[in-house]
């Protein structure tokens, strides 16, 4: 079973490599194909020895191997974040069709969380197919039944529409389609669930950010972040979460 963890690791090391591609081109409307990978800085291809997922960064000493401009900590982090998802989702599921599917999720939300953070915007572009995608497959790997899906991504996506209406603009669309993509592949219960701990985690941070002074009243914090961890709660923990509330309740 190790080599077959460490398989996924480096999997997930190379996938990740290309979601760095995929946040850094996708907002700027740049195709995550072609031209072939550059530095930020001096304009020169990177070789593709010098583009080997975290080890390249290390052997380089994080910076460009032909101008020595510091290249961000961002991108092997995202690599070994992925790379440990993927990990987690083996471990988690083992070698079942549903960690494919939840390592594929885990991929998406890694692009929407650091596409969020920079920009405070969740891509229609991720999030439209990903309905589809949900409704269609989430039945399959999830066992939700397609009903259920459906029900989750009609619950998400209007409870929080409904929220956008009544606070005016105080939800953005981008979240509204992204909790009801969540809601196609994982159902209503698990949706709740997300919203419920991205929320409370969303209150706790913007709490820390406010009492620290590092943020004011009106300060935008993006929540798609908080909503991707309360989706990752509800993967992977959720089953565990919805037994222990049933055992107390009863």
């Keep these: ?4 963890y460490l398989v996924v690791f480096m999997f997930g090391l190379v996938v990740g490599s290309f979601l760095n591609v995929c946040i850094y081109r996708l907002p700027l409307g740049k195709s995550i194909v072609s031209p072939p990978s550059a530095c930020p ?26 101008c020595g401009e510091p290249i961000s900590v961002r ?13 987690a989702a083996v471990y988690r599921f083992g070698a079942d069709p549903k960690a ?16 969020d953070l920079k920009y405070q915007i969740i891509p229609d ?8 995608f949900g409704l269609a497959f989430g039945p399959l ?15 998400g996506g209007g409870l929080f529409f409904l929220i956008a209406v009544v606070s005016r603009g105080g939800m953005g669309g981008g979240d509204i389609k992204f909790i009801a993509m969540v809601g196609a592949f994982l159902g209503w219960r698990p949706v709740l669930m997300t919203i419920f701990f991205g929320s409370l985690l969303g209150a706790l941070v913007g ?11 009106k300060t935008p914090i993006p929540f798609g972040p908080f909503l991707v961890a309360g989706a990752l709660i509800s993967i992977f923990f959720g089953e565990n979460i919805l037994d222990f509330y049933l055992n107390i309740g009863g």
């Excluded at 079973?1 to 077959?4: A, G, H, K, R, T």
């Excluded at 020895?49 to 380089?60: K, T």
């Excluded at 939840?102 to 998406?108: A, D, G, T």
């Excluded at 572009?125 to 589809?132: A, M």
């Design 141 to 155: 790997f999830f066992n939700t039944g397609f009903i259920n899906s459906l029900v989750g991504a009609v619950a």
């Design 41 to 66: 800085a001096c304009g020169t291809q990177i070789k593709p020895y010098h583009n080997i997922p975290v080890f390249s960064y290390l052997f380089l000493g994080g910076k460009c191997a032909y």
């Design 125 to 132: 572009y991720i999030t439209l197919p990903g309905i589809v």
């Design 207 to 217: 709490a820390g950010l406010l009492i620290s002074k590092k943020a004011g009243r």
């Design 75 to 87: 991108y092997p982090a995202i690599e070994l974040l992925n790379a440990l998802g993927y990990t």
């Design 100 to 115: 494919f599917l939840v390592m594929l999720l885990f991929s998406v939300f890694v692009v929407i969380t650091f596409i």
């Design 1 to 4: 079973m190790l080599v077959i």
